[in-house]
């Protein structure tokens, strides 16, 4: 793989921070080093001394004041060392990718971690997209992403998706316009970059079958393109065993994957991780140097500490007892949405994530029902308006998140009361209680 030429001129001019270098070195000698280099304060200075957190399950995780001293001091760009392994060995478990055992020059997997997957993903599209490009994916989408996207000026082309995700056939129509041979030309407008949520989609639930993956592979290797595989719902998936991902099935080197802990761990915390090609993967580092220099190194000790005593075993127990929350909440959504929605709307039970995707008949566009109906009820979904390229676009749908509110609330909301004006013949009654994620607090 030749990565220089997926990389924006910005990107390309990144140079690594001398001094950053400096606090590696620094965190990789012994505590007996004498450094007077770097700008890092002196801890002592700092009002925090220690701190004992308590684990659910009745663990504790304590730092002692030379451990607090280290919470609160600047840290590694790509994260602190112990919590790369760590998640480096669970990759490894969880999807073996082949790039694994790739030389450096065939793009040798690397991993670092970010303060959410949303950093990871922003400082991917600015390392890859330039004006006018022309990127894929299957909108309706993260509204996250976007928000990342769309100011980058790029071309979105919108790849047909169900409920099993983007579907190949149509992408390889999409596809068809451009000879593969034109690819590497310079000023070549095939596209270098492919997005996608492959479990549980935000908004629309849908979920990849690992036959689909491996024919968007396969495109992506004819037409010489990267997929930015964003699978903050991987560990939300309701059945096992869980599907292969487009990382377990890299033999180019030409996935990045994103991973997020934010529905599984804390999404307050903000941690996230960027697994890819090394060349890529170093250079969101470089990106991470020049804004935020690292993901907070207390919430990263934290974590460390805590997956640390877990080990994967105890990890994926945890990750257990959250699916089973999300899929008796998932289970709820849909016999509420079954026993009031029946006729009236249209919908497919999702297989991971947190959210259900409806379509109401007889409604042309749901904005105006949910910003001025639902809120006079109290009741919040999210207008499926939001998550389309254009989004002053008419939509048909809403969003309603299972996350947070109980099964009896699920059950109670009634749109009927404010349905029944736009749509005067529909006895309709949709129940979703509704976490307003307002689109720009709550993603
Ligand atoms: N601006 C200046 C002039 C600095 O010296 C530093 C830190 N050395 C920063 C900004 C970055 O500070 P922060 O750790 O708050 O990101
Ligand atoms: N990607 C998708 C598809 C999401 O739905 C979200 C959050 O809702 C994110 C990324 C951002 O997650 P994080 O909290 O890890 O930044």
């Keep these: ?7 924006t001129a910005v990107s390309a001019a990144r140079r690594p921070s001398a001094i950053r270098i400096l606090t590696e070195l620094q965190q990789r000698s012994p505590p007996s080093l004498i450094s007077l280099a770097g700008g890092a304060p002196n801890p002592d200075t700092f009002p925090f001394q220690f701190a004992t957190i308590k684990v659910k399950n009745g663990d504790s995780i304590v730092f002692d004041e030379a451990t607090m001293k280290r919470a609160l001091q600047y840290s590694a760009s790509p994260g602190i060392p112990e919590l790369l392994s760590w998640m480096k060995g669970l990759q490894k478990s969880l999807h073996n990718p082949p790039t694994l055992a790739y030389s450096p020059e065939n793009g040798q997997m690397e991993m670092c971690v970010t303060t959410g997957s949303q950093e990871g993903l922003c400082k991917v599209f600015e390392m890859l997209v330039n004006p006018g490009d022309n990127v894929l994916l299957d909108a309706p989408t993260y509204s996250g992403t976007l928000a990342a996207l769309l100011p980058l000026g790029c071309n979105i082309i919108n790849v047909p998706s169900d409920q099993h995700g983007m579907i190949p056939e149509a992408l390889g129509d999409i596809l068809s316009r451009w ?10 407008s095939v596209p270098r970059v492919l997005y996608t949520i492959p479990n549980g989609g935000n908004p629309t639930g849908a ?40 990382l377990s099935m890299d033999v180019d080197g030409r996935i990045i994957r994103t991973d997020s802990f934010s529905k599984i761990l804390s999404s307050g915390l903000r941690i996230g991780f960027v697994t890819g090609p090394k060349p890529l993967v170093d250079r969101v580092v470089l990106h991470i140097q020049a804004s935020t220099m690292h993901t907070s190194t207390f919430t990263q000790l934290m974590v460390s500490q805590l997956l640390q005593d877990w080990g994967q075993d ?75 390229i254009d989004s002053s676009e008419a939509c048909p749908y809403v969003r309603a998140a299972f996350s ?13 009361h404010f349905h029944t004006r736009s749509c005067p013949h529909a006895r309709f009654k949709v129940k979703a209680h509704v976490t307003l994620s307002s689109v720009t607090f709550f993603p």
Aim: proline share 6%.
């Design 1 to 7: 793989m030749n990565y220089s030429r997926f990389l």
């Design 179 to 188: 000879d593969p041979a034109d690819a590497h030309a310079p000023g070549s």
């Design 207 to 246: 979920s990849m079958t690992a036959q689909r993956k491996q024919e968007v592979y396969e495109l992506a290797r004819k037409y010489d393109f990267l997929i930015i595989e964003d699978d903050p719902y991987y560990f939300l998936q309701f059945q096992k065993p869980w599907a292969p991902t487009f």
């Design 314 to 388: 105890g990890f994926l127990r945890h990750v257990d007892g959250v699916v089973q929350f999300y899929r008796s909440q998932r289970n709820a959504m849909l016999s509420s949405a079954d026993r009031w929605l029946k006729g009236l709307a249209e919908w497919h039970a999702p297989a991971a994530g947190m959210f259900l995707w409806i379509r109401l008949h007889g409604i042309a566009d749901t904005k105006q029902l949910i910003m001025e109906k639902a809120l006079e009820k109290e009741v919040l979904l999210v207008p499926g308006g939001v998550f389309n």
């Design 404 to 416: 947070l509110s109980t099964p009896q609330q699920i059950d109670e909301v009634r749109l009927a």
